[in-house]
């Protein structure tokens, strides 16, 4: 396979500053009406991740492709047997090209080979390298519509020959999946596309299925009659979302911020007891080390060691106030109960965030039902190590902290509306 598509064989690559050109200019004015774009998500069992189904090109192929708030763009796998006739790769240098790097290909030409075409990013933070293909735009289908002029970006992972299968591209997602649907804070990621597009305000809402049921995420929200969004937002509450100066993923560019969405917890509280962590793991430093995130691809909510070990304790403790029969760990967890002690009366757990509004985890979202008869504190040890990133996060809430919960990401206001669980008010995200 003659595809010279950037394969990085670091865990990490530093790119230096390089001019970008807006998106924007290049955009056809349209006359379409603005529309919600509801996307159904479900949940894989076994990795415990989210993911969609989008169609792509022509003849129409459906993709289903794994959830990340972290993820940049769209990508996909254009392999051997995909072709489409209406691909158009975005050339190298052109002005819908912001990236300095070129890739190329000797034919058969079809997406995922295409000579001197502009490099995109096709970054999976579970895979063990940095991938990158070709940006092109073809036709999304996206809850029925057939929308144009979207950029995404495709590899072709059948020529990468490579034997391994955690070598992967898409090492680590669910196995049904062919790519990522990324929603980070990007000119690139389909919200912030389909907003310039159709002159609308960029700002999506998820709401994460827990198991075997569905979900949505609603990609553009207008205020439009029968959103299923709209009957929620009573129970929503608002944080600023916090940009964190550095990038946060596997490259690094000097000069960019973080994509990824940082919210400010000012505190963790169990039972109401302030829990005693050192302030400057809660904020973010110079280096981009700190804070609190929010993923997709973290299927439990990590804590830095150091936040770890009290979280871990002082829960303990609680639940032993509370007359809950501790049992065996079942890995990676810590912290498990023999499940008839539980009775509706886990310890409660906050999070305390800017503006004073607090981020109540419920039971449904703390306790993971990993056997019979046993559930599990479901928070994990993230270590004190950085994981394909130049950074360590101190809390990331991951997927099944989030279940339930709406989440509004308005990137216009830099505001995250959040609902807590939905559960509690009997509704939920199916
Ligand atoms: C994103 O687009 C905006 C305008 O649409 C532009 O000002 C900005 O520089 C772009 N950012 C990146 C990282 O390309
Ligand atoms: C892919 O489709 C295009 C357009 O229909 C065609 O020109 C091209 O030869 C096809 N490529 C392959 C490898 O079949
Ligand atoms: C690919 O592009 C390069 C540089 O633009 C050019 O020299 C080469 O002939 C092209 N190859 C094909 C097969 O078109």
Same mark, same amino acid.
């Given at each position: 396979?003659?595809?010279?598509?950037?394969?990085?064989?670091?865990?990490?690559?530093?790119?230096?500053?390089?001019?970008?050109?807006?998106?924007?200019?290049?955009?056809?004015?349209?006359?379409?009406?603005?529309?919600?774009?509801?996307?159904?998500?479900?949940?894989?069992?076994?990795?415990?991740?989210?993911? =969609?189904?989008?169609?792509? #090109?022509?003849? %129409?192929? &459906?993709?289903? /492709?794994?959830?990340? +708030? !972290?993820?940049? @763009?769209?990508?996909?796998?254009?392999?051997?047997?995909?072709?489409?006739?209406?691909?158009?790769?975005?050339?190298?240098?052109?002005?819908?090209?912001?990236?300095?790097?070129?890739?190329?290909?000797?034919?058969?030409?079809?997406?995922?080979?295409?000579?001197?075409?502009?490099?995109?990013?096709?970054?999976?933070?579970?895979?063990?390298?940095?991938?990158?293909?070709?940006?092109?735009?073809?036709?999304?289908?996206?809850?029925?519509?057939?929308?144009?002029?979207?950029?995404?970006?495709?590899?072709?992972?059948?020529?990468?020959?490579?034997?391994?299968?955690?070598?992967?591209?898409?090492?680590?997602?669910?196995?049904? =999946?062919?790519?990522?649907? #990324?929603?980070? %804070?990007? &000119?690139?990621? /389909?919200?912030?596309? +389909? !907003?310039?597009? @159709?002159?609308?305000?960029?700002?999506?809402?998820?709401?994460?299925?827990?198991?075997?049921?569905?979900?949505?995420?609603?990609?553009?929200?207008?205020?439009?009659?029968?959103?299923?969004?709209?009957?929620?937002?009573?129970?929503?509450?608002?944080?600023?979302?916090?940009?964190?100066?550095?990038?946060?993923?596997?490259?690094?560019?000097?000069?960019?911020?973080?994509?990824?969405?940082?919210?400010?917890?000012?505190?963790?509280?169990?039972?109401?007891?302030?829990?005693?962590?050192?302030?400057?793991?809660?904020?973010?430093?110079?280096?981009?080390?700190?804070?609190?995130?929010?993923?997709?691809?973290?299927?439990?909510?990590?804590?830095?060691?150091?936040?770890?070990?009290?979280?871990?304790?002082?829960?303990?403790?609680?639940?032993?106030?509370?007359?809950?029969?501790?049992?065996?760990?079942?890995?990676?967890?810590?912290?498990?109960?023999?499940?008839?002690?539980?009775?509706?009366?886990?310890?409660?757990?906050?999070?305390?965030?800017?503006?004073?509004?607090?981020?109540?985890?419920?039971?449904?979202?703390?306790?993971?039902?990993?056997?019979?008869?046993?559930?599990?504190?479901?928070?994990?040890?993230?270590?004190?190590?950085?994981?394909?990133?130049?950074?360590?996060?101190?809390?990331?809430?991951?997927?099944?902290?989030?279940?339930?919960?709406?989440?509004?990401?308005?990137?216009?206001?830099?505001?995250?509306?959040?609902?807590?669980?939905?559960?509690?008010?009997?509704?939920?995200?199916?």
């Amino acid at each position: 396979m003659a595809y010279t598509s950037v394969i990085m064989h670091f865990f990490l690559i530093s790119l230096a500053l390089f001019s970008v050109s807006s998106l924007s200019a290049t955009q056809p004015p349209t006359t379409t009406k603005p529309h919600p774009f509801i996307l159904p998500i479900r949940k894989d069992p076994s990795t415990n991740l989210f993911y =969609t189904s989008v169609g792509i #090109g022509t003849p %129409r192929t &459906n993709f289903n /492709l794994a959830i990340d +708030l !972290a993820g940049e @763009n769209l990508w996909y796998d254009c392999d051997t047997h995909y072709n489409s006739s209406s691909y158009t790769p975005i050339q190298c240098g052109s002005t819908r090209c912001t990236d300095t790097a070129c890739v190329g290909c000797n034919g058969p030409f079809k997406p995922g080979c295409t000579n001197n075409t502009c490099a995109a990013s096709a970054t999976n933070s579970l895979a063990k390298f940095i991938f990158g293909g070709g940006l092109g735009e073809d036709f999304i289908f996206i809850s029925q519509q057939k929308v144009s002029g979207l950029l995404s970006s495709c590899i072709d992972i059948d020529g990468f020959s490579s034997t391994a299968e955690d070598d992967s591209p898409l090492n680590g997602l669910p196995k049904n =999946t062919k790519g990522i649907f #990324g929603l980070a %804070r990007s &000119n690139l990621s /389909l919200p912030t596309q +389909l !907003a310039l597009k @159709n002159k609308l305000q960029p700002k999506f809402s998820l709401c994460l299925p827990s198991s075997n049921k569905q979900g949505f995420t609603n990609l553009l929200v207008g205020s439009i009659a029968g959103d299923p969004f709209h009957e929620l937002s009573k129970f929503v509450q608002t944080t600023p979302l916090i940009v964190n100066p550095v990038p946060t993923g596997a490259i690094s560019v000097q000069g960019a911020s973080s994509i990824e969405y940082f919210i400010d917890v000012k505190a963790v509280k169990i039972d109401g007891n302030v829990l005693n962590i050192k302030p400057s793991l809660l904020s973010i430093d110079k280096k981009g080390n700190g804070g609190t995130k929010i993923s997709t691809i973290s299927p439990f909510t990590e804590l830095q060691t150091s936040v770890y070990k009290p979280f871990i304790r002082d829960f303990l403790k609680k639940a032993s106030d509370r007359k809950l029969k501790r049992v065996e760990s079942v890995a990676p967890f810590e912290a498990c109960f023999d499940s008839s002690s539980i009775k509706n009366s886990v310890p409660r757990v906050d999070l305390v965030l800017q503006g004073g509004v607090q981020w109540t985890i419920h039971e449904a979202n703390l306790m993971v039902n990993v056997k019979k008869n046993v559930a599990c504190l479901g928070f994990v040890d993230g270590g004190t190590e950085p994981r394909m990133s130049f950074t360590k996060t101190s809390i990331v809430i991951g997927g099944h902290q989030l279940e339930d919960n709406l989440l509004v990401f308005d990137l216009a206001s830099s505001k995250l509306s959040f609902s807590s669980s939905l559960l509690v008010h009997s509704a939920s995200c199916s």
